[in-house]
């Protein structure tokens, strides 16, 4: 069994670090001078510290090579890169594809299955993994549990059992559309949780964002076509909580900047990592007035970070709406 993680971000390098204990694994990145840096280290301490890699961990920045003799693709790239190695990866390989990269596609506000469903059609399988996990925690061997959705169950049962040792555990599921949406609008919702922590309004205000927030995803995932019980699982609730209030949570430090006053541009130059909540606010504010869908939370990030509306504003204005039934 060969298997290949494309992309050597925090997430791709702790991955491909997990399957390598057991299987054969190469870690694919474009940048020559980041893989020769990882190869000189054993290690990425760009995102990932000087965690070592496994001796069945190999390095290679030719996709082609990397992709060869795979039994497996798991592609960690950044959303707005996803069209663009699916398209080269149809050119060389009949392979299963799996994704771990959570967002919406910058423009066409399609989610990573909507992508893949573009590029691979039904010629491929393929699938999503996601839920609530931190590369930090995982590289360190603390438990850590995701779920896999694909389009068959062959497929998932295969992640599933390849993922399933150590420190990990993998559910498999149908619901691709319910996984893709958790993992990509929980971002969104993460971003304001980081306000409300940043203006120091406590643990009820928390709770409160994360209980609201969860029920505008799920409106907006059941209006896709996901199914509404997903959004209680790993990949809805537990990826939510914990980019909601994890200390490794990027999203979440972006609002709480956002909050002290700092601009955009300021926070993204020095977090160093991709914040896809920022570009997914966008896409999800405007996917949203065309399905519908009534989304407060998520309007009131995109205008503070889009819009320039004040932090507190935003706030006041969700506390203002008018009274409503829970549902």
């Not at 301490?45 to 060869?68: C, I, M, T």
């Not at 205000?205 to 609201?212: K, S, V």
């Not at 504010?285 to 932090?311: C, W, Y």
Request: aromatic share 6%; proline share 3%; net charge neutral.
């Amino acid at each position: 069994m060969k298997l290949t993680v494309l992309g050597a971000g925090a997430w791709g390098s702790a991955l491909a670090m997990h399957l390598a204990i057991k299987y054969p694994v190469t870690l694919w990145a474009r940048n020559n001078g980041h893989i020769s840096g990882m190869a000189k280290a054993r290690s990425n301490p760009l995102y990932l510290g000087d965690f070592k890699f496994p001796d069945q961990l190999v390095l290679e920045s030719n996709l082609e090579k990397a992709v060869k003799g795979s039994d497996l693709i798991i592609s960690v790239v950044p959303t707005y890169g996803f069209r663009t190695i699916l398209k080269s990866l149809k050119e060389i390989t009949r392979s299963p594809i799996i994704w771990a990269n959570k967002g919406l596609e910058m423009d066409s506000s399609k989610l990573p299955h909507e992508v893949a469903r573009d590029e691979l059609g039904s010629s491929y399988s393929y699938g999503v993994l996601s839920g609530p996990s931190f590369a930090a925690e995982l590289v360190r061997e603390l438990p850590t549990a995701v779920t896999c959705a694909a389009t068959d169950e062959k497929l998932s049962s295969l992640v599933a059992n390849l993922f399933h040792h150590g420190n990990m555990r993998v559910y498999m599921s149908h619901d691709i559309v319910g996984v893709s949406v958790g993992g990509a609008l929980k971002n969104v919702i993460a971003i304001a949780s980081g306000i409300s922590d940043g203006m120091g309004f406590g643990n009820n205000a928390r709770a409160a964002l994360i209980t609201r927030g969860l029920a505008e995803i799920t409106r907006f995932g059941v209006a896709l076509g996901g199914k509404p019980e997903t959004f209680g699982g790993l990949a809805g609730a537990g990826d939510l909580v914990l980019t909601c209030t994890g200390e490794y949570s990027r999203n979440r430090e972006v609002g709480i900047r956002l909050a002290k006053g700092q601009s955009l541009d300021d926070i993204l130059k020095g977090l160093g990592h991709v914040a896809e909540g920022v570009n997914t606010a966008t896409e999800v504010n405007k996917r949203s007035e065309v399905l519908g869908v009534d989304m407060p939370i998520t309007r009131e990030v995109f205008n503070v970070i889009h819009n320039g509306k004040s932090a507190k504003d935003a706030v006041l204005d969700l506390l203002g709406r008018s009274l409503k039934q829970e549902h």
